[in-house]
């Protein structure tokens, strides 16, 4: 069955970066556009960004364009998101998904950010 497992979260300062790791099995991860939702407390599900099969074709939701990098290695089954500049909205659950809505997603791992 599908899994996917994210790491790479933690506490970080405003302005601070983070790099999430997404570790993916049980489907075919190179043929899959994958996504990263994320979930600021109390509130519903966010979408980030996407990724083709190939990485041409990545889009970004406006809060995180030109702040977040979302990248994929098909040899590793692993999907990125690389985090700069960041900011205390961005605090939330980070998931990857193989789907925006989020319905087939992950664990999370948890990004706070926060002085």
């Known amino acids: 069955q599908v899994q996917l497992v994210e790491s790479g979260g933690g506490l970080v300062q405003p302005g601070g970066s983070l790099r999430l790791s997404c570790a993916a099995s049980?489907?075919?991860?190179?043929?899959?556009?994958m996504n990263w939702v994320r979930q600021a407390p109390g509130k519903g599900l966010e979408w980030v960004s996407i990724?083709?099969?190939?990485?041409?074709?990545?889009n970004y939701a406006d809060s995180v364009k030109g702040r977040f990098t979302i990248s994929r290695d098909n040899a590793k089954n692993t999907l990125y998101l690389q985090m700069n500049s960041l900011k205390r909205d961005d605090t939330a659950v980070y998931y990857c998904?193989?789907?925006?809505?989020?319905?087939?997603r992950g664990q999370g791992t948890q990004v706070t950010v926060s002085s």
């Open positions: 998904s193989t789907d925006p809505t989020g319905l087939q």
């Open positions: 990724i083709s099969p190939v990485s041409d074709i990545t």
């Open positions: 049980g489907f075919i991860f190179r043929n899959s556009f």
